[in-house]
């Protein structure tokens, strides 16, 4: 119904914020990952929106990116997964790293963002795995090349190899980005180079 709302940031809290557009001001609510990244107070923002409409309310859920509202979408497309939890999931996870965890079977990481057991963790992978691909990380995002696609699955390796140690997804992702001349690196040379990154 609404795609996104562009205009003036003029108030925000921990949970939301305030788009001043054409004279309305919109109260959003949005993962503390996008109180991190706001403009300043007056600067112009533009917020991808979710309107979530019940009995009693209507409420907007908003992404400084067209990525992070197409995650929420999938993850409140899950049974026993609302708009609120869906938050909280995004609040935790960016998505490049929601991404592997889903990818990885990491229930264990998911299961950590706030109100999300265990048993919500094992079906959001169950009913998600199909539906996330990993060319949709931007980290694996290729240019043209098949060495690229080669370089992509040292990657790919290396972060899988990391959850089944026990790292989480989001830590494996970090540990691997930071690696320097990663396209040179076979999966195991690539591995024991995030290892380093670790500690």
């Keep these: 119904m609404i795609s996104y709302i562009k205009g003036i940031l003029s108030d925000y809290d921990e949970e939301s914020v305030v788009v001043e557009a054409s004279g309305v001001g919109y109260n959003i609510q949005v993962p503390s990952?996008?109180?991190d990244s706001l403009p300043p107070m007056g600067a112009e923002v533009k917020v991808y929106t979710y309107l979530?409409?019940?009995e009693d309310a209507f409420t907007l859920f908003g992404f400084l990116t067209r990525d992070d509202l197409l995650m929420f979408m999938r993850c409140i497309s899950v049974n026993g997964v609302g708009p609120k939890a869906g938050l909280a999931i995004l609040s935790a996870f960016d998505s490049d790293s929601l991404r592997i965890a889903i990818i990885s079977g990491d229930a264990k990481s998911i299961s950590k963002a706030n109100g999300i057991g265990p048993k919500t963790a094992e079906r959001l992978i169950l009913e998600l795995k199909d539906k996330v691909k990993s060319d949709e990380i931007s980290f694996f995002k290729t240019e043209t090349s098949s060495a690229s696609g080669e370089i992509d699955n040292s990657k790919k390796e290396a972060i899988e190899a990391l959850t089944a140690l026990g790292?989480?997804?989001s830590d494996a992702l970090k540990a691997v980005n930071k690696v320097e001349d990663a396209a040179s690196l076979d999966?195991?040379?690539l591995l024991k180079?995030?290892?380093k990154n670790m500690f």
Excluded: D, H
Aim: overall charge neutral.
């Design 167 to 169: 790292y989480s997804a």
């Design 52 to 54: 979530a409409v019940r």
């Design 193 to 195: 180079a995030a290892l």
């Design 187 to 189: 999966s195991e040379a």
């Design 33 to 35: 990952s996008v109180i």
